[in-house]
């Protein structure tokens, strides 16, 4: 069975998650200069006020997305359920003898998978990041104890190593992500997306093997830019919105 060519379920739901990311991504950016005021040597995810406040952030995207594919399941089974379940295979042939071309891009059924999918990857794997991030945190933490400057380490060995580890943190739920974007491509049969898909692996995995941090200056802080952190976070956001974009503008009924 279908449902109407200008309904939008799919899409929509991304956009309002990514748009939710976009939210907390810049509540978190505002966090890091107005709760951790003063300069330090040490990561900021050490900084325990801006710790607890970035996870509560965190765990409010959370609840929000969650709400969202919760309430997006449920009107995707109200228009389900306006066709009793035996009579929805008639239903889908008399739509595929009359509409043609006007049909929707994907049947209710392919909608209803990727939409579980894509709450699995969206509540999911931000659950699996936030228990990583705690995992990583304690590993750096125990890392700037054990690699203090009286042993000899210098600032510079220290950032190698950081940087070198951060991609790990990301690793994950980037994996997550591409993986949703490569089933909707399979679904689809859209080549763009699988392409898509692999092009921003590879320029992940090249910033996590080859590219150094970068230092830069802003309101008198000096932060340290992490490649691996800039791709993730810009996938995870502008991207997923441009995606549902795509999805919206390119496919009837997605």
């Keep these: 069975m279908y449902i109407s060519e200008r309904k939008h379920i799919l899409s929509n739901a991304i956009m309002m998650a990514a748009i939710a990311k976009i939210f907390t991504a810049l509540c978190e950016g505002g966090l890091r200069f107005f709760v951790k005021k003063n300069s330090s040597?040490?990561?900021?995810?050490?900084d325990i006020k801006l710790w607890h406040t970035q996870?509560?952030?965190?765990?409010f995207q959370i609840f929000i997305t969650a709400l969202i594919f919760l309430l997006t399941y449920k009107k995707l089974n109200h228009y389900i359920n306006l066709v009793e379940k035996d009579d929805r295979k008639n239903m889908e042939n008399l739509q595929q003898e009359y509409l043609g071309n006007k049909l929707s891009s994907l049947s209710v059924s392919s909608i209803n998978r990727l939409?579980?999918?894509?709450?699995v990857i969206f509540v999911g794997a931000d659950l699996i990041y936030i228990f990583t991030s705690i995992m990583y945190r304690r590993f750096i933490g125990i890392l700037m104890d054990a690699l203090?400057?009286?042993?000899?380490?210098?600032?510079?060995?220290?950032?190698?190593?950081?940087?070198?580890?951060h991609g790990f943190k990301y690793l994950e739920i980037l994996s997550a992500i591409l993986l949703g974007v490569v089933m909707t491509g399979i679904f689809l049969n859209d080549h763009f997306l699988k392409m898509a898909s692999?092009?921003?692996l590879v320029i992940f995995l090249i910033s996590f093997g080859a590219l150094q941090m970068q230092t830069v200056y802003l309101m008198g802080r000096e932060i340290g830019i992490v490649w691996t952190?800039?791709?993730?976070?810009?996938?995870?956001?502008?991207g997923l919105f441009l995606l549902s974009l795509y999805l919206s503008k390119n496919y009837r009924g997605l």
Excluded: C, K, R
Excluded at 115 to 119: K, N, P
């Design 198 to 200: 692999l092009v921003i």
């Design 229 to 238: 952190s800039i791709i993730y976070h810009v996938t995870e956001t502008f």
């Design 115 to 119: 939409l579980q999918l894509w709450t």
């Design 148 to 165: 203090s400057p009286g042993d000899g380490l210098s600032d510079g060995a220290f950032v190698m190593l950081y940087n070198m580890t």
């Design 41 to 46: 040597l040490s990561p900021d995810m050490l």
């Design 55 to 59: 996870l509560a952030v965190s765990s």
